[in-house]
């Protein structure tokens, strides 16, 4: 007989876990406080303009991940990259767009570059190995590659992917990949060139994506998979070892209550595994009687504020030809925004015939006073600052503005230290689990892949082999409503 899994939180982190879980025959649920499921990323449509609230693609290079995509049904679902996306990603330098390539060959010889930058790149496979747990991004990736490629390239990428500060994001904890090539090869360029290779053999190829309908499309196809009991608008508000439970048969009670309801009924469940995929604060508090000094930790983790900014314009109103996915912005331009996405660009059916549409990132590490600008001037700051750059010409037509006050966590400080302290407290509970973003990546990508991670550390606890795995079916529809319960089993 399977035993149950309950996982606190239905966004990206929670509904991947419960996918690999629910591949090996295992009875999953899931408490979602809110009434659908995803977290944070949503789709929203206005005017004929399609637009994301947070994670606003999928880019892939793991096996894993497309296993899920394919077997979930989610492959006949993708929604590729244009092929006008494909030419071209840009930097903002000296207030110019710079096109910078993937490739090796076409980085170094780009006009970003000094000669005393290309040459001190071109060093790096000589570099011996350095650093320490809590060396920082910045440190990394001047030992490795020098200064300049860390301003003009890795601090726009933390700070507009990431919204981290360089300087002060912990390497191991924000550069996992990269800092376990240096690792193992000695040399980033050396392990790339053969995970490249190993990648070809494997047959994952690297591509970027989305999903027709958006974002959205991804979470609720995740939330209506069989095997999977997804539960709306259920808040946990405690959890207590239940009778009979010990550390080698260990049993939890779970308490929450139905927000939909006026009388705020309660709710009580048992399950040998209970997975938290909330943010970081809810999970301490609800981990304060289990494991106070892992409550403590959890506690500690700092998230930055994002405001994410949508404008639609028509095509006439733009000068430069948007061939490319958009630009991130170093700090040394001083602009008010982090990075710019050419969403009409990257995928079709994402703006009226006609027209355009643009999402820009604000905030982070980088800006947090920005989360308390007046919507009046975020949009006329942006517009503004963004004018010269692209060529525009009038205001925008459709403008669309979402804050996220605790967006993204930040891997700031001894983070990886602070991590490997919580997962050893917790372990000392067994059948307590963390899968969320602030531990293993915040990539959507890297949620799939971490959710398959612990799904087998829970199998291999079950003596349940994940090669008995059969493909998901989808046996009922998930539909949004005030409080729904998906029963799939």
Known sequence: MTKKVLIVGGGISGLSTAWWLSQAGMEVEIWERDKRPGGKIKTTEHDGYTMEQAAALLLNFRPEVAELIAKSGLEKLKSSRTQLAEQNRYLLSNGKLNSISMNMQSVLFSKSWSMRGRLRMLAEPFIPRGGSEN???????????????????????????????????????????????????????????IHKFNRKKSGCITETFSFKGGMSTLVEQLARQSGITFRTNLEATAIERA??????????????????????????????????????????????????????????????????????????????????????????????????????????????????????????????????????????????????????????????????????????????????????NISSSPGIHIAANYIGGVSVRDRIAQGQILSAEILKQENISPSTASVSTIRSIWRPSDHSVLHTS
Request: hydrophobic share 35%; no cysteine; charged share 20%.
């Open 135 to 193: 060396e920082t991004v910045s440190e990394f990736i001047t030992r490795r590659f020098g200064r300049e490629l860390l301003e003009k390239a890795m601090d726009p990428f933390v700070s507009g992917t990431l919204a981290s500060d360089p300087d002060l994001a912990n390497a191991e904890a924000t550069l996992g990949r990269l800092t376990a090539l240096e690792k193992r090869y000695g040399s980033l360029t050396a392990g790339a060139m």
């Open 243 to 424: 009778p009979g439970s010990t550390n080698n048969s260990p049993k939890w009670r779970l308490f929450g209550h139905d927000r939909s309801s006026p009388q705020s009924i309660e709710i009580e469940q048992d399950a040998h595994h209970i997975i938290f995929s909330t943010p970081a604060a809810v999970t301490a508090t609800l981990l304060s009687s289990i494991s106070p000094e892992a409550s403590r930790l959890l506690d500690g983790i700092e998230y930055a504020p994002l405001t994410v900014l949508h404008t639609g314009f028509d095509r006439g109103q733009i000068d430069h030809s948007l061939d490319g996915t958009g630009f991130l912005t170093p700090k040394s331009e001083n602009t008010p925004f982090n990075g710019n996405i050419w969403m009409s660009s990257l995928f079709n059916n994402r703006a009226p015939e006609g027209k355009i549409l643009l999402t820009t990132y604000l905030g982070g590490a980088r800006h947090p006073e920005i989360q308390q600008w007046k919507s009046e001037e975020i949009v006329e700051r942006t517009v503004s600052a963004l004018k010269p750059i692209l060529g525009i010409n009038g205001a925008p037509e459709m403008v669309t503005l979402h804050r996220h006050q605790d967006a993204l966590p930040l891997y700031h400080g001894r983070y990886a230290a602070r991590v490997k302290q919580i997962k050893s």
